[in-house]
């Protein structure tokens, strides 16, 4: 490969360049991540299963009451709270170390530094959209008996892309700067899983804090796949519209603090 060939040159070409690099990047991180495993992106759902089980067990009898009074209610809340939440912190995590741990490469061959976070997020996309949405849309199938709604699923799924997007790119780029940095993310991380109403009602939180809890994307992510896969009303467009645009400022953020940061990168890599 030449670096003419790895590098967008022609704005007629760009987008497909870049879609040929995140692609390949994005395999290449599949190919090595499931190499002789036997479950392979199926692992996706290990995490989720097992902590729905375990708070089930735990706070089911409890919190039934917000759910319809029902415990399989609270366990499809949970299990969408939790490949929600798991989605979001792995493909950032993982993301946060990708532009550092392809220095190397990006010394030799002229590769966009972009195409690192984005390809990694890529590939837990492709781990998500096969291990973990074909149990979501079956859930909302059976729970919601509208087969309809799985339509739905498109405004919180593209919401939670963009935010892991958006998020990856800022980390990444810190990295290359702060090394220190997935110490104090991992800190950050366990605060959006607490401050997100995953394993616990909504309701429970004090009025006062509620507000903090709202302007957590993922919080307003979560809510979006329980309320389409089982209460009685799909969320408004609007709802879904201002999730989304969320989502779409997290973006933007991560874009201008990687063009910004990536400027003195390479002195770093």
Known sequence: MNAVALYPSSRGTTARR????????????????YRGSVLGVFWSLSNPLIMT???SLIFGTAFKAYYGNSIPNYILAVFMGMVVMSFFSQGSS????????NGMLVNKIRIPLVIFPISTVAANLFQFTVGVLPVIVGVTIVASHHPSRIVYLAAPALSLLLVTIGASLIVSALFIFFRDL??????????TYMTSPIFYPEQIVPERLRPFVHLNPIAAIVNDFRQIAFAATVPSIESLAGTIGIALVTLAIGAVVFATLQKWAMDLL
Do not use: W
């Not at 993982?94 to 741990?101: E, G, M, R, Y």
């Open 18 to 33: 870049y879609f040929d690099l995140i692609t390949a990047f994005a395999e290449r991180t599949i190919k090595a991540r």
């Open 94 to 101: 993982q993301a946060l170390t990708s532009v550092v741990a």
């Open 182 to 191: 997935p110490y104090l993310y991992e800190l950050i991380l366990s605060i």
């Open 53 to 55: 089980f375990v708070y």
